[in-house]
C-alpha cells in the first residue's frame, strides 16, 4: 500500500500562485509514475499532470497552457504541482494520485485539497 496526502490547497485571487503538495509513505515512492486531477463541482474528475517515476517524461493537459509544473523529489518521498496564473476555472479539489499506469492510470489516491480562485 501506498499512502498520499496533499496539502497547500487554499484561496486565492486571480492570477495568484499556489504549490501544492502530495506527501507519500508506505511502499517505494521512486518507482512510481505520479499525478494530479483536479474535479471541479458538477464536472468529472480531469487529468491536469504527471511524472514518470525517473522525473525525465512529464504530460500536461491541454488547459495548463504552460501555467503549472509538476515535480518530484523522491528523497523527499513527495512531489509538488507549482501552479501559476490561476483563473477562476481552475477552482476544484486537487488530487494526487500514484501508480504504474503512467500519464494517466493510477492505483493510489488522496483524498484531495480544495483551491478556490476568486475574481
Known amino acids: 500500500q501506498l499512502q498520499l496526502a496533499e496539502s497547500g490547497g487554499g484561496l486565492v485571487q486571480a492570477g495568484d500562485s499556489l504549490r501544492l503538495s502530495c506527501a507519500a509513505s508506505?511502499?517505494?515512492?521512486?518507482?512510481?509514475?505520479l499525478g494530479w486531477f483536479r474535479q471541479a463541482p458538477g464536472r468529472e474528475r480531469e487529468f491536469v499532470a504527471a511524472?514518470?517515476?525517473?522525473?525525465?517524461?512529464?504530460k500536461y493537459a491541454n488547459f495548463v497552457r504552460g501555467r503549472f509544473t509538476i515535480s518530484r523529489d523522491n528523497a523527499k518521498n513527495a512531489f509538488y504541482l507549482q501552479m501559476d496564473s490561476l483563473n477562476p476555472e481552475d477552482t476544484a479539489v486537487y488530487f494526487c494520485?500514484?501508480?504504474?499506469?503512467?500519464?494517466?492510470?493510477?492505483?493510489?489516491w488522496g483524498q484531495g485539497t480544495q483551491v478556490t480562485v476568486s475574481l
Open positions: 511524472i514518470n517515476w525517473s522525473g525525465v517524461l512529464t
Open positions: 508506505g511502499r517505494i515512492f521512486s518507482t512510481y509514475a
Open positions: 494520485a500514484a501508480g504504474y499506469g503512467y500519464p494517466d492510470k493510477y492505483d493510489y
